[in-house]
């Protein structure tokens, strides 16, 4: 998968979206039909050197190679879980980053997975639906320091260029031959931390030249960096919000997510109140539960009372806490969370359990630290 002449000093062309691809054909003289050439080269039938962009002449194809290069990422192994999520760790190959690992994670997304009550499961069959998502990481660890998560152990190694981003989802496209149905800004990183190389990424996903997905076809998911969240749904308003609130106090959110110092559980409820949401389009709250800390009867009552204002503008995954080694969180009871969501439910508000996919390859929520 990648090309032999990664000169350091050179850009990938996935770093480009396809206005600036055009641009970059336009400064080197040719016309824009060659940019379109070499998109389909990039998203439609995408191969592993500029050498195979075969309808362009070879001289073009050498001066092109003289200037840029074509994967950013090499692969270094892949883990598949029981569940068949399979993890992906990518070596960083430019100059300042090279070594540096990073994961997506790409699972088959049960019907059962949207709704985990017993009712649904028995109607679905247990049968899978055959769609299947990809968690990409944004970054190489995180700065964001979250005490529960496995990357924010880790600080922040590197930001990840757009190429380097979208390119997970491109090498996924090569490995399984067909696109995910959804694109999750949930693997390693806090996306607004590295604001506009995400907007180029998506950018490049959603443009009709480049892989053309549906901006509901992606979800950012951010710990609460709500004022570039406002300005990200400016720029997509249909791609899907989710916020990882994680406690319903700001005494416990100050503890475990730092971020809660600059923005507060009141600065977060008034965003979700106040922003311009499509008909039917809900933001995402995300509950990572840790036994004792944020699932006992006191929290859950604290939660509903923080919710009930946003009720009609919320659903809620409450996600069981994935074991980190090193840190001393523990999985909730299962027995627990079915009784929280069934409260919650009660209140009015719609509430999923997420399945712990990956779990066994460290490929899950909050798991992935860059190491194989
Ligand atoms: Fe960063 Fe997200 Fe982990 Fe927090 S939970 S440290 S924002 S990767």
Not at 325 to 331: A, I, M, Q, T
Not at 346 to 367: P, V
Request: with cysteine.
């Amino acid at each position: 998968m990648t090309e032999k002449s990664t000169s350091t000093r050179k850009f990938s062309l996935y770093d480009l979206t396809p206005s600036e691809l055009k641009g970059f054909f336009a400064s080197i003289g040719e016309k824009p039909y060659r940019a379109k050439q070499a998109l389909d080269f990039l998203y439609r039938n995408p191969v592993d050197s500029i050498e195979k962009f075969t309808t362009l002449p070879a001289e073009l194809r050498n001066e092109i190679g003289k200037i840029a290069h074509l994967t950013p990422l090499r692969l270094r192994a892949s883990l598949e879980s029981s569940d068949k999520a399979v993890k992906h760790a990518y070596e960083l190959l430019s100059e300042k980053k090279s070594g540096i690992l990073i994961e997506s994670v790409w699972m088959p997304t049960e019907s059962a997975d949207r709704d985990s009550s017993l009712d649904r499961i028995k109607q679905s069959g247990g049968e899978q639906s055959k769609r299947y998502t990809i968690c990409i990481s944004s970054q190489a660890g995180c700065a964001a320091g979250c005490t529960f998560c496995a990357t924010g152990k880790m600080g922040l190694k590197a930001q990840l260029t757009a190429g380097e981003i979208v390119y997970q989802v491109v090498h996924c496209m090569e490995i399984y031959k067909r696109l995910p149905d959804t694109v999750l800004f949930m693997g390693m990183g806090e996306p607004m931390h590295n604001f506009e190389s995400v907007c180029a990424a998506v950018e490049i996903m959603t443009d009709e030249e480049a892989l053309a997905f549906s901006e509901r076809r992606i979800v950012l998911s951010t710990v609460g960096e709500i004022d570039k969240l406002d300005k990200f749904h400016r720029k997509f308003p249909r791609a899907r919000m989710a916020i990882s609130l994680t406690a319903p106090t700001d005494n416990l959110r100050d503890s475990i997510v730092p971020v809660n110092k600059r923005f507060n559980l009141q600065d977060v409820q008034n965003f979700i109140r106040k922003v311009d949401l499509h008909r039917g389009d809900r933001i995402t709250i995300e509950y990572a539960l840790m036994e004792g800390v944020n699932d006992t009867d006191e929290m859950t009552g604290r939660l509903l009372g923080y919710l009930k204002p946003i009720t009609s503008r919320i659903k809620v995954n409450l996600i069981p806490w994935n074991t980190v080694s090193g840190l001393k969180f523990r999985s909730p009871d299962m027995a627990r969370v079915f009784a929280m969501q069934e409260k919650m439910k009660a209140a009015g508000i719609l509430t999923f359990i997420r399945k712990n996919r990956g779990r066994d390859s460290s490929a899950a929520c909050g798991q992935l630290a860059g190491r194989i």
